[in-house]
């Protein structure tokens, strides 16, 4: 069962963009996400749908309370797992949306200027095989640490094929680099995924991925930002519902990176 509160439109000329976030259990994030996101669209009129994946808490009273939200309140039928609840979650967002483009976001995600949509829509503009524009990396990461993280995967990777082939137990080798935009902050091109008859949850995988695969088959674009331009513009606490909501120790890394991030908003 799925409830809608559906807020008075705006006065203005609305944005040829809607955006699309989940929430599940995460009242600090998600307020402060809403929150800077607000303030950074201005007077802009932009839809902004947010489904609530049955918190039951104060998050869910706290989107209740907002009268600029399209809130969509999502009851499972029957236990799911947390990524597929959140693909079924956009797919809702999805069939309702009436604009050309989609931009997914996290609840975790902290838009401080949103000259970054800017520039996505342009390179969404650009021509009409492009289905989204986003980014491969979900965290900010200097290029040293990316470099690293490179090299240690890129060993685990071909240790592994080499296990492989001399027919020896081991884990099946994952690709030590990234090929899939991340959902955190990704547009998407509502009319080529209707088009192609497509959503977020096709398959028991990460949404958009399967979608992702299938659109490149088909020939259509991807357009990937650079990680070090992209996190001039927002911040991300990585897992940030899987670290609030789990419980993670203090000294875990997704911990502190959050930490990490609030205090930095809350200096601006």
Not at 19 to 29: D, G, Q, R
Not at 161 to 185: H, M, N, Q, W
């Amino acid at each position: 069962m799925n409830t809608e509160h559906t807020p008075v439109s705006g006065e203005g000329r609305l944005a040829d963009f809607s955006i699309a976030l989940v929430n599940y259990k995460t009242h600090e994030v998600t307020s402060l996400c809403l929150d800077l996101l607000k303030k950074a669209l201005g007077d802009s009129v932009v839809p902004v749908w947010v489904v609530d994946n049955n918190s039951a808490d104060e998050s869910t009273e706290y989107l209740k309370s907002l009268d600029w939200i399209n809130l969509i309140e999502r009851k499972a039928e029957a236990p799911e797992k947390g990524f597929m609840a959140h693909g079924r979650a956009l797919d809702l967002i999805l069939e309702r949306v009436q604009t050309p483009y989609l931009l997914l976001m996290h609840t975790d995600t902290l838009i401080y200027d949103v000259d970054i949509l800017r520039q996505m829509l342009a390179h969404m503009r650009t021509g009409d095989r492009v289905a989204a524009v986003g980014c491969l990396e979900q965290v900010r990461r200097t290029r040293l640490e990316t470099a690293w993280r490179i090299f240690i995967r890129a060993t685990k990777y071909y240790y592994r094929r080499a296990k492989v082939a001399l027919g020896l137990d081991t884990r099946e080798p994952r690709l030590f680099y990234e090929i899939y935009l991340k959902s955190f902050c990704t547009l998407w091109n509502v009319d080529i995924i209707r088009q192609q008859a497509l959503s977020f949850a096709m398959t028991e995988r990460i949404p958009g991925y399967e979608m992702q695969d299938r659109l490149k088959a088909a020939g259509y674009r991807f357009v990937a930002i650079p990680p070090q331009h992209m996190f001039e513009y927002l911040d991300h606490v990585e897992a940030g519902t899987v670290s609030l909501v789990n419980g993670l120790g203090k000294d875990h890394k997704r911990v502190k990176n959050y930490q990490r991030i609030m205090a930095r908003v809350k200096a601006k």
